[in-house]
């Protein structure tokens, strides 16, 4: 189970520590062992589908954040930066946003 975290750890540097299922599970990390790191308390389930891991402060931006990355969790933070397209809520043409 260290090799999962460790892999874990390696794709959660680069955005606040924190980590989907769905980026688990294309880096070859199964549900079950997510699962299992959850059930043990190794990682914190922030909102469904993303955990933070023992490396992560918590922070009044975690929840931010994570819902930030629930948007489209099989991409990395560091994929969307000036992505206009899928970075994150986007403003319709023509509606009213107040």
């Known amino acids: 189970m260290s090799a999962h975290l460790a892999t874990l ?21 199964s549900r079950t062992a997510i699962r299992r790191l959850h059930d043990t308390g190794t990682l914190t389930q922030i909102q469904r589908g993303v955990y933070a891991l023992p490396s992560s402060q918590h922070g009044r931006l975690q929840e931010l954040r994570a819902a930030w990355l629930s948007i489209n969790p099989r991409r990395f933070a560091w994929e969307r930066e000036g992505d206009g397209r899928t970075a994150g809520v986007r403003h319709r043409r023509g509606s009213d946003c107040r």
């Open 9 to 29: 750890e390696q794709l959660g540097a680069g955005q606040w520590s924190l980590v989907t299922a769905g980026q688990a599970v294309e880096a070859g990390i």
